[in-house]
Every structure is written in C-alpha cells, then in structure tokens.
C-alpha cells in the first residue's frame, strides 16, 4: 500500500507543478497585467520553436538515428524544410 500512496503523492506534486506554471504563465500573458509584452511573446515563441523543439527532436531521435549517411541526410533534408517552411509564415 505504501508504493500507490508514493505514486499518488509523485503524481499530485506533477501535476502541482503544471498547474503552477500554466497560472504563472496565464498571469503574465493576461492582457490587463501586461507583464510581458507582446514583442517580447513573439520572440519567445521563436526562441521555443527555433531552439527547445529542435533540441527535443534531437534527444527523442538521437538513440535512434545511426551514422549511416542516408539517415543523416534524411534529418538534415527534414530541419532545412521545416525551417523554410517557418520563415515563410
């Protein structure tokens, strides 16, 4: 019973957290606060597409990608499209 109460406790402080930061970050981007402004959004969401989704397609994929040339090629013809494809919008 001890271990369904731990991963009870490990799944509440979780979630905890998420909806700590989905308060914090509902607080900043209110519109009648206007804590952040919205240049600085535009920059941020470019920062997070640009940098941490990159960053989490190479951890999730990088276990799975060998060094045989034609894999390699594949990645790189994938982040040169998805990389035109968000300067065009």
């Known amino acids: 019973m001890e271990s369904s109460?731990?991963?009870?406790?490990?799944?509440?402080?979780?979630?905890?957290?998420?909806?700590?930061?989905?308060?914090?970050?509902?607080?900043?981007?209110?519109?009648?606060?206007?804590?952040?402004?919205?240049?600085?959004?535009?920059?941020?969401n470019k920062l997070v597409f640009a940098l941490f989704l990159l960053c989490l397609i190479f951890t999730e994929l990088g276990e799975s990608i060998t060094l045989k040339q034609n894999h390699i090629n594949q990645v790189g013809l994938f982040l040169f499209y998805s990389k035109e494809e968000s300067s065009e919008k």
């Open 5 to 44: 109460g731990e991963d009870l406790l490990t799944a509440i402080i979780s979630l905890m957290k998420l909806f700590s930061l989905t308060t914090i970050g509902l607080v900043v981007a209110h519109l009648k606060t206007q804590i952040i402004s919205r240049a600085t959004f535009k920059l941020l």
